[in-house]
């Protein structure tokens, strides 16, 4: 992963968001979009901004491998932890698929089954 000085110190701070995130391709290059790095606390003007687009490094057959999943049955890539190995910054990518229709009708369903259960046992106390 591509890091400025400030982003290095604040990961090490463990200030670093991956939730919303996720990598797209753009030709032969990989970036990771909207993960959040803080700012680093003892930086001054020079600090780095939050939620810019980082390119991940990868090996060119690996960024092929993954465009041909993405593309050929509709995953998406999801950054799954950022951790540090000998020093480098580096990202752990997997491949995830949205939810069809019926599961987000089940979802629906079971969570408004839940609602009405917990509005029905709000206003009874249990002796």
């Not at 995130?21 to 901004?49: C, M, T, W």
């Not at 090996?59 to 890539?77: M, P, S």
């Not at 609602?115 to 002796?127: A, N, V």
């Amino acid at each position: 992963m591509v890091l400025l000085g400030t982003e290095v110190k604040a990961l090490r701070q463990g200030k670093a968001q991956l939730k919303d995130s996720y990598a797209r391709i753009k030709g032969s290059e990989i970036f990771l979009v909207g993960s959040h790095i803080s700012p680093y606390s003892h930086g001054n003007q020079f600090n780095h901004d939050p939620d810019r687009t980082r390119k991940l490094l990868m090996h060119k057959r690996e960024i092929r491998k993954l465009y041909g999943k993405t593309r050929e049955r509709g995953f998406t890539l999801v950054p799954l932890r950022m951790y540090f190995k000998e020093g480098k910054a580096k990202v752990e990518i997997g491949l995830g698929r949205g939810k069809r229709s019926y599961d987000k009708r089940e979802d629906l369903k079971r969570k408004e089954m839940e609602r009405e259960m917990e509005r029905s046992f709000k206003g009874k106390r249990i002796q």
